[in-house]
T-cell receptor
Framework: NAGVMQNPRHLVRRRGQEARLRCSPM?????VYWYRQLPEEGLKFMVY????????ESGMPKERFSAEFPKEGPSILRIQQVVRGDSAAYFC????????????????FGPGTRLTVL | ELKVEQNPLFLSMQEGKNYTIYCNYS?????LYWYRQDPGKSLESLFV?????AVKQEGRLMASLDTKARLSTLHITAAVHDLSATYFC??????????????FGKGTTLSVSS
């Protein structure tokens, strides 16, 4: 019964490169959330996705950041042209879904991807 | 806009003594969570509090919720070194039966010394 999986666990990029972070939700979960944690800070919501749909992207920076959750495969958080300020831990969480009603909304967190921009 | 404030942000504890962390939030919420995070690790769910007056206990930790005061407390009884970590409260408001984002406090870093 695997939990939420994220890879890579650590990612180093030079300024201007692209970063791709992957998240596989728990089995049976079709809701995915991405959060960012800056050093010494709490987690900040970025985006909420269901399969093939972005539900809420109110926390996403307007430029360079995008997210997707395709019908098949993991959710991807993509950061283009990274800058030093993007260095942070990025956490993915998933929650279950059943029919047309969300039966539980508790979010289960993955281990995170720690992005370092040189 | 929903805001969550924790205090204190840092807490140096002595083994065997009792302490309390406070979590205030600004608007009506459906659920309140407490998480623990060890350095460089992910978040571990401790408690989910759903209703006014809810109280949950696990070992030396006890969490309570007062929705009228918009306040949750995490009480630590007889602190031990193993409790050293950062503790976050997070608030969630459910809309349209769909899950929504968690809004986190800044966290309280606990350090237990002998």
């Amino acid at each position: 019964n695997a939990g939420v999986m994220q890879n890579p666990r650590h990612l180093v990029r030079r300024r201007g490169q692209e970063a791709r972070l992957r998240c596989s939700p728990m089995k049976g979960h079709s809701h995915v959330y991405w959060y960012r944690q800056l050093p010494e800070e709490g987690l900040k919501f970025m985006v909420y996705l269901q399969k093939e749909n972005i539900i809420d992207e109110s926390g996403m920076p307007k430029e360079r950041f995008s997210a997707e959750f395709p019908k098949e495969g993991p959710s991807i958080l993509r950061i283009q042209q990274v800058v030093r300020g993007d260095s942070a831990a990025y956490f993915c969480a998933s929650s279950p879904y059943s029919g047309t009603t969300v039966i539980r909304n508790e979010q289960f967190f993955g281990p995170g991807t720690r992005l370092t921009v040189l | 806009e929903l805001k969550v404030e924790q205090n204190p942000l840092f807490l140096s504890m002595q083994e065997g003594k009792n302490y309390t962390i406070y979590c205030n939030y600004s608007t009506t919420s459906d659920r309140l969570y407490w998480y623990r995070q060890d350095p460089g690790k992910s978040l571990e769910s401790l408690f989910v509090l759903l209703s006014n007056g809810a109280v949950k206990q696990e070992g030396r930790l006890m969490a309570s919720l007062d929705t009228k005061a918009r306040l949750s407390t995490l009480h630590i009884t007889a602190a031990v070194h193993d409790l050293s970590a950062t503790y976050f409260c997070a608030v969630q408001t459910l809309q349209n039966q769909a899950g929504t984002a968690l809004i986190f406090g800044k966290g309280t870093t606990l350090s237990v010394s002998s």
